[in-house]
């Protein structure tokens, strides 16, 4: 597992989303939500669709190569209302994408936020309250 | 060519034979049909083609539509979201759950031990099976409700499922007719203030409530659905029996809000997609095949 040679930091805002199973197209038990990555690389596809968007990612393997990471996001409907479009993100971009990884150590995470080009983070969270725009405060 | 393909035509075979097929259909049309596009079918031609359930009138013939009926107590139409105020937890339908048969108790020690690695368990819905009743209801996408004086009809904002919940008075289909389906047959009646749903004919393959807890096809529901806080929110308290997984009846009330800045728009499952998503089954599969090519 080539986590652990990028950043890996465990967060206590992801901890209290442990009982939050997600946005329940599926089960979530595949993501360790204690534990979060950030990983810079080139989008090699990103994909606008329900019920869920997708981020093909990339990264450098330190080998002259690159390693495809799959990050999955919400539902369009709600990253429109952060602030993401179709267009948000395109192929060829240098982006930096935090999620939380999959438990099993395979190359795919749940989106946490990305960092643009021109520096613009775009996040799956409600800028209101720092939660995930679909998982009520009370968790 | 496998065993199953070795029973079948090749394609350039089976092309004539369809046109035959198409030939013999036309001729069974009267001639003038065939050229004044002002004939129709006769009844008998269109029974021979048409789904329909001979002497019960549809939820939607203008003279079922029609017929004098008391006033509803309330009425559903509209857009719905799942009251989570409780926590996210709240769009299982348990703990407290009812005491389990061999199956379901197996199930319940099983799903946690593999969410216990990190695995998933009986994840159906994420490889496109339906989610159907209960789950269907709470997936923490809108809802939409049409009420007809007839039927009720849902559309669920997560995979567009479809349900109908009848209210001419009909009786449930003769099982031995009905084809079960994930949202099963609804039948429902007014009691009071109270929507009454009585709703049996499950599919039961891949079909479970929360997390893997199976079903059979004795499984049987009850909603009881009244109108509150003024018309904005919808309480279903919900009624389950099942006597081979668990004992008695298995209740959740759960509350639905209206919502109005919100419709209920095309979503679909497709394999495709879910090949890119990592916390599905056959996302995990796209994985382990980057790293065997590489």
Same mark, same amino acid.
């Given at each position: ?139 | ?23 013999? =259909? ?74 389990? =048969? ?110 893997? =807890? ?81």
């Amino acid at each position: 597992m080539k986590i652990g040679k990028w950043a890996c930091v465990p967060v206590a805002l992801a901890a209290t989303m442990i009982s939050a199973p997600g946005r329940t197209h599926h089960s979530f038990a595949m993501f360790d939500q204690t534990q979060v990555v950030t990983l810079k690389g080139q989008v090699a596809q990103f994909q606008w669709t329900n019920p869920h968007a997708f981020i093909e990612l990339d990264v450098p393997d330190g080998k002259g190569g690159s390693d495809r990471w799959s990050i999955e996001l919400n539902s369009p409907n709600n990253l429109t209302r952060q602030g993401w479009r179709r267009s948000s993100l395109m192929p060829g971009q240098t982006v930096s994408v935090t999620f939380n990884p999959l438990r099993n150590g395979k190359k795919g995470g749940l989106f946490n936020k990305v960092i643009l080009p021109d520096g613009k983070v775009l996040g799956d969270m409600s800028n209101a309250s720092g939660r995930p725009i679909n998982v009520p405060s009370a968790d | 060519m496998t065993a199953r393909n070795a029973h079948q035509p090749r394609r350039a075979e089976r092309l004539p034979r369809l046109g035959l097929t198409i030939a013999a =259909l036309l001729l069974t049309i009267p001639a003038e049909a065939q050229t004044d596009r002002n004939r129709r079918l006769t009844p008998e031609q269109l029974d021979t083609m048409q789904q329909r359930h001979p002497g019960l009138a549809g939820a939607l013939d203008p003279a079922n539509l029609a017929k004098p009926r008391p006033t509803p107590p309330f009425n559903m139409t509209g857009t719905w979201f799942v009251d989570l105020s409780e926590g996210f937890n709240k769009f299982r339908f348990g703990p407290p759950y009812p005491e389990f =048969l061999e199956a379901g108790q197996k199930a319940l020690a099983e799903g946690e031990a593999t969410r216990a690695r990190g695995e998933n368990y009986r994840d159906s819905i994420g490889q496109c099976y339906p989610a159907g009743m209960p789950m269907i209801m709470t997936r923490v996408w809108p809802i939409m409700f049409i009420q007809m004086p007839t039927a009720i009809y849902m559309v669920a904002g997560f995979t567009n499922s479809f349900r109908t919940i009848y209210l001419d008075g009909r009786a449930h289909t003769d099982p031995d007719i009905y084809v079960p389906t994930y949202n099963g047959e609804s039948i429902g009646h007014w009691e009071g203030d109270t929507l009454v749903v009585d709703t049996q004919g499950f599919e039961t393959d891949h079909h479970w409530i929360d997390t893997g =807890l199976p079903i059979s096809d004795q499984f049987h529901m009850i909603e009881r659905i009244r109108m509150i806080n003024g018309g904005n929110t919808l309480e279903i308290e919900y009624i389950m029996t099942d006597p081979q997984n668990w004992k008695g009846a298995w209740r959740n009330t759960k509350r639905w809000d209206r919502v109005t800045e919100a419709d209920i728009g095309e979503v679909e499952c497709t394999e495709a997609r879910n090949a890119n998503l990592p916390g599905t089954d056959r996302g995990q599969q796209t994985l382990d095949e980057r790293e065997e090519k590489k």
